[in-house]
């Protein structure tokens, strides 16, 4: 990519290095904890699942257990390992008798850390075994089928019944559709457990569970190989059950997940320790399984005025990159996200809009940036709407995006009807074919309009992440810097679920993640 | 040329020619077929002189189609009375003058986007500090005590919140929403302040892009604010309406 905004590297490079400590001080306060959540999600790889007879999820019944004795800090492997020992049995009939009350895995004999990893081995092994053979499945497809062009088409589905959004989901691929996000119904992420099964109602989406997974993953496989394209799948790898989701969803092959906790803090009134510390095992599971996070930060500018605090969007986008890396994550699997979210009677407000994308697009030149449509001013006016997305899908086009995420022209009206995407797509489509190339012809004026807003805005951005490298991100976010949103470290939801690792502790998926990370570069 | 208000038909380019354009989709495969039944479906939606003048595959059996068509139907504006709240705005120094003199207090209002809502654009609009289209929001008048709740919250936890803080006003917002779950959700909030008999304690209003006021009137609200509603609009309803009770309970008339 030909740079055009002649971005002093010098700031960018300042930039990057607030952002690590930044980072470095969160990873500090991740480290030495775990959280209920990580440890269900350990369960999950471990093989269990299913729910007890009152509908409780297994890793639920067995964490809860483990808490409330106050066993925890061990960590929840270590009590499987214990029981796997003495009785002989696999994980998921611990867990499923334990539901029953049949057998205490809190009440078994002693053995040495060594023998208790050694019983967990064969478990751990088949559980990453299987994500690497899903990721595995990936690059085949990718091989084989391809994808299409860049940027990639991002839709939506909604509908709240799995088996009607795998029939929308194929619709849309056969559209011309890349990717396919199963919208959550409304609010899962304050769920401290996954659902369980296949399910046929929803609120304003529909409920993530391994079994959806499952049925929408083999949907868009079908339809990828009639159409001869592979469609991505996406979900919401975010909120209070975060690191189950990432396990299921690599045990499932998802292509992408929404992962970022500042979303969960900022918007979901989660509690920052707890979901931080969720995040990392998320991304550590992401990043072995191949999947593409997408980050969140395009939300401020839907609370917070998109003209000033463009910045904190940036400044976060520096902030993710350097968590994900000290998560497992490596730049091509970094989705960080931008937003289209200027009052489009601004004057010039389209120039503003391409200076920054465009920025984005320099700043972090590896990373698979998502961008996000307009919502914030969008009105009934069908019409008006489906003319601003096509501004929106030129800025995109114009700038090298990588994930366009399409607006959809009934967006402030209802969830989409099946043909809003047809429209939606057909609109990407016509834009993105006829001025494909249209990036490559042009530069930009010297000191002009488009250069200068993204000086100011990577200026900005530069004060405002040496600030937050002074005071440190909890600090930063309790006083409001955010999308205007105040939040303490400890209000929110879920910090209950945190608990101090003891010296017995072990997270045998994180270790072994991890050890491949630091083997080959990234964990391929 | 005279307008005959009794015989009002939808204009397309000449007067009276009734030209509507619809688009919808439907579970059909693409072709002949499709097309004929949708141009039989817009004939049985009243339509005459029926033109599917686009058609398209939306894979997996479904298609979608754009029709145009002649409109025989008329209104009468005559016989149209239409329930409006008094938009007559003051603006923001007028509104906290009229509070403050008036009732010596600041209002309380407990803003919330309920049930399955995500999106607090409209929310935000009326109660953000920086309010919208210029206008501040209600967190920024000195007389007006807000507190918003932001998105997806229980009706109960509205309920709670409103009794904690002695709300004298309860703000809703729906925007976007499937399959009208938003009208259940709005009912099911003035039941549950009815059933706790708490409902004559506050003023109820309702805002989003597919309310009207009559609506919000049906459904048991005090006022309903469509697209467009600037905060002002909203404040000085609230200050001209509490005034206007307080002044039944009280005695003297409010000013109307």
Same mark, same amino acid.
């Given at each position: 990519m ?12 300042r +930039? ?6 930044i980072a470095?001080g ?6 030495p904890r ?5 440890e269900?999600?350990i ?12 509908e ?13 004795a106050?066993?925890?800090p ?6 499987m ?22 057998l ?16 967990l ?42 088996y009607?959004? +795998? ?54 496989d079908?339809v ?12 919401y ?66 609370t917070?005025?998109p003209?000033?605090?463009?910045h904190t ?10 968590l ?13 996200? %931008? ?10 407000g ?5 200076g ?29 709407t ?30 989409? %009807? ?11 489509r ?8 249209l ?10 309009k ?8 990577l ?17 930063a ?10 939040r303490?470290?400890q ?17 045998p ?12 570069? %990234?964990?391929? | ?9 939808? =204009?397309?380019d ?47 059996g ?5 029709? =145009?068509?002649?409109?025989p ?10 329930t ?11 509104i ?23 999106h ?8 953000n ?5 210029g ?9 007006f ?22 709300a004298?006003v309860?703000?809703?917002?729906q ?12 009912t ?5 302040l009815?059933?706790?008999g708490?409902?004559e ?14 609506m ?20 000085? =309803?609230?200050a001209?309406?509490?005034y ?9 008339p409010?000013?109307?």
């Open positions: 030909e740079k055009k905004l002649n971005l002093d590297e010098e700031k960018i490079g +930039a990057r290095q607030a952002a690590a400590s470095e969160i990873m500090e306060d991740i480290l775990t959280t209920v959540a990580v269900r999600a369960l999950r790889l471990l093989g269990v699942d299913g729910i007890d007879i009152a409780i999820p297994l890793p639920n019944v067995v964490v809860e257990k483990v808490q409330e106050g066993a925890l061990c960590g929840v492997a270590h009590w390992g214990r029981t796997i020992l003495a009785t002989g049995k696999d994980p998921q009939e611990i867990a499923r008798e334990v539901s029953e009350g049949n205490d895995i809190l009440d078994q004999p002693l053995y040495s850390d060594e023998e208790i990893r050694r019983a081995e064969p478990y751990v092994r088949q559980g990453l075994e299987w994500i690497r053979d899903q990721r595995r499945r990936r690059d085949k497809f990718l091989e084989t089928l391809g994808t299409g062009p860049r940027p990639l088409l991002y839709v939506i589905v909604a509908t709240g019944d799995i009607e959004d +795998a029939l929308q989901a194929k619709s849309a691929a056969e559209q011309g559709a890349d990717i396919v996000a199963v919208i959550r119904s409304t609010a899962q992420s304050l769920l401290d457990y996954v659902p369980y099964g296949a399910t046929r109602e929803g609120f304003g989406g529909t409920f993530a569970t391994q079994e959806n997974f499952r049925i929408m993953r083999q949907a868009l079908e990828g190989e009639e159409i001869g394209r592979y469609i991505y799948l996406v979900n790898c975010s909120g209070l059950a975060m690191p189950e989701i990432a396990a299921m969803g690599a045990l499932e092959r998802l292509d992408m997940m929404l992962n970022d906790a500042m979303y969960g803090v900022l918007f979901r009134d989660i509690n920052m320790q707890r979901t931080f510390i969720d995040q990392h095992f998320s991304r550590m599971i992401n990043g072995y399984a191949g999947i593409i996070i997408n980050t969140g930060e395009d939300n401020y500018l839907t917070a005025d003209f000033e605090a463009a969007v940036l400044a976060s986008q520096f902030m993710n990159e350097q994900g890396l000290r998560s497992g994550l490596v730049e091509e699997q970094l989705g960080l996200g %931008h937003a289209f979210e200027l009052d489009p009677d601004r004057e010039d389209w120039l503003l809009e391409l920054q994308a465009q920025m984005a697009r320099e700043i972090f030149p590896r990373a698979p940036l998502k961008y996000m449509p307009p919502t914030r001013y969008m009105s009934g006016d069908i019409f008006r489906h003319l601003v997305d096509g501004m929106f899908n030129l800025v995109g086009v114009i700038s090298g995006q990588e994930i366009q995420l399409l607006g959809m022209p009934s967006e402030a009206i209802h969830t989409p %009807h099946i043909h809003d995407r047809a429209l939606a797509i057909d609109n990407a016509y834009i993105m074919n006829n001025a494909r190339h990036g490559e012809e042009i530069y930009f004026k010297p000191g002009g488009i250069q200068k807003r993204a000086f100011q805005v200026d900005e951005a530069l004060e405002l992440l040496e600030k937050i490298a002074e005071l440190g991100l909890p600090r976010i309790d006083e409001g810097w955010f999308a205007g949103i105040s303490s470290p209000g929110g939801k879920g910090l209950e679920g945190v608990v101090d690792k003891e010296e017995h502790y072990f997270n998926f994180l270790e072994a993640m991890a050890a491949k990370r630091e083997g080959t570069g %990234h964990a391929d | 040329m005279q307008i005959d208000e009794k015989r009002i038909r939808a =204009y397309g000449t007067f009276n020619d009734g030209q509507v354009q619809l688009s919808f989709s439907l579970p059909v495969e693409h072709g002949p077929r499709g097309d004929e039944a949708a141009r039989i479906l817009a004939g049985h939606m009243g339509l005459e002189e029926v033109e599917v003048a686009f058609s398209r595959d939306l894979g997996q479904f298609s979608y189609y754009i029709v =145009y068509g002649r409109c139907s008329y209104v009468d504006l005559t016989q149209i009375q239409i409006q709240v008094e938009v007559e705005a003051m603006d923001y120094y007028e906290n003058r009229f509070i403050e003199e008036r009732m010596g207090r600041p209002l309380v209002v407990v803003g919330a986007c309920t049930g399955t809502d995500a607090t654009v409209g929310l935000d609009a009326i109660m500090m920086k309010g919208y289209a206008e501040y929001g209600l967190e920024r008048y000195p007389q005590e807000a507190y918003n709740m932001g998105s997806q919250v229980p009706n109960s936890q509205v309920i709670s919140r409103a009794v904690e803080v002695e004298d309860i703000l809703i917002s925007v976007v929403t499937q399959k009208n779950v938003h009208l259940e959700n709005l099911n909030l003035v039941e549950l009815e059933a706790e708490l409902r304690k506050f003023l109820l209003i309702v805002g989003g892009p597919r309310i009207s006021h009559e919000a009137l049906e459904l048991g609200f005090d006022a309903g604010f469509g697209s467009g509603t600037l905060p002002p609009q909203v404040a000085t =309803y609230i001209r309406e509490i206007r009770r307080q002044g039944s309970q009280s005695g003297p409010g000013e109307r």
